[in-house]
């Protein structure tokens, strides 16, 4: 099932997981993600979970939603898989529900605008610090650096300055990506 040497007991303890990373979270749960089941609870290692992220982003759908799907079906099936979705939406969907009612009220004050351009920094710093985390996989990828790095460098100015469709760049850098690295493990 896994290298790692730990793994969840219950469905309980995966339930109380997803719903403590969802709520430590804000603007972008994937770090909280990886450094809580790779690094504290060793319930994977890192291989495992860039393996597992990597067939999350290829499902439809929110990325990290799909890694919960994941991680919870690889431990107690479509049990774990729904437990952990569970766990990840529920307790901040009624955070969320709170926070917007509280919103609408306080929406007009300064000090609510400022407070939420503060998070936004902190949210696009914490995915930057995972990206750079998780780029020393591509050491290991078949592919050679420059070659990963140009499919990179071809995604973005396609989706930032020539606003090609995500749909469409996924598809065919994704698909230029896979057959390639396919031709490289090719016996």
Known sequence: ????PNRPR??????IAFT???LQGFGGVLPVVQREIVERRRWMTHDEFIEEWAVAQTMPGPNVCNLSLV????FFGLRGAAVALLGLLL??????LTLG?????YSDHPRVAGALRGMAAVAAGMIVATGIKLAATLRKHPLPL???????ALGVIGLVVLRVPMLAALLVLGG???VLTWHRLKP
């Open 1 to 4: 099932m896994t290298d790692a």
């Open 10 to 15: 219950s469905l309980t303890e995966l339930f």
């Open 20 to 22: 403590v990373l969802a």
């Open 71 to 74: 991680i919870g079906s690889r």
């Open 91 to 96: 307790v901040p969907a009624l955070v969320v």
């Open 101 to 105: 009612s509280i919103y609408s009220h």
């Open 146 to 152: 420059a070659v990963t790095l140009s499919l990179a």
């Open 176 to 178: 230029t990506g896979c």
